[in-house]
């Protein structure tokens, strides 16, 4: 079944598809900060080094599951790349699943190197023994790899002619599910 919804609470980059397609969008909140987080099987013999660059570059040419086309996990992943490739490196191999249970029990099983986690997201598997975190929104390198600010990675948007409405108070067309 199809509905029409005033509001979206998503991935902040969700929000891209209309504005491309010329709708304006407005962002009514967002949830941001340095969330990067990459967390590496234990199988994939990558190791967290003393320095911060390093856990970062040694992911060139590396499998790193995200969550989808349009996720803030899609959106580090291609910038994280990125960045390698722009400090000599291979590009990182994206492996997308819109599934976060299976992503972590890839990277618990070793199917994949990384993943793109929420902070906290292994920490079962590191009691495991099973993964490790490589970066986490603390390090330094994160500020350089997306670009020195916060990111948002959700959002609740919708178009910004809805909202406006909204905003005026006029709720003609509102329907419940």
């Known amino acids: 079944m199809l509905f029409r919804s005033d509001l ?4 902040s980059t969700a929000a891209m ?3 491309q397609a010329g709708r304006p969008v407005s962002i009514v909140y967002a949830i941001d ?3 990067m987080t990459i967390a590496a099987s234990a199988k994939s013999g990558l190791k967290a080094q003393s320095n911060a660059k390093a856990n970062v570059m040694q992911l060139g040419g590396q499998t790193l599951a995200v969550q989808g086309v349009g996720t803030s996990s899609y ?3 291609s910038a994280l790349s990125r960045y390698i490739v722009a400090n000599g490196g291979k590009p990182v191999k994206l492996i997308i699943d819109q599934d976060y249970s299976t992503i972590l029990t890839a990277v618990g099983s070793g199917q994949v190197d ?3 986690v929420s902070p906290g997201g292994i920490d079962a598997l590191a009691a495991a023994g ?16 997306d670009g020195g600010g916060a990111i948002a990675a959700v959002a609740i948007w919708g178009l910004k002619s809805i909202v406006n409405k909204k905003q005026r108070g006029d709720h003609s067309g509102d329907r419940s599910l």
């Open 8 to 11: 979206v609470i998503a991935g």
């Open 17 to 19: 598809a209309p504005t």
């Open 114 to 116: 990384a993943a793109t």
């Open 33 to 35: 900060g340095d969330y």
């Open 75 to 77: 959106g580090q992943g």
């Open 130 to 145: 099973k993964a490790a975190y490589l970066i986490k929104p603390s390090d330094p390198i994160v500020a350089q790899i």
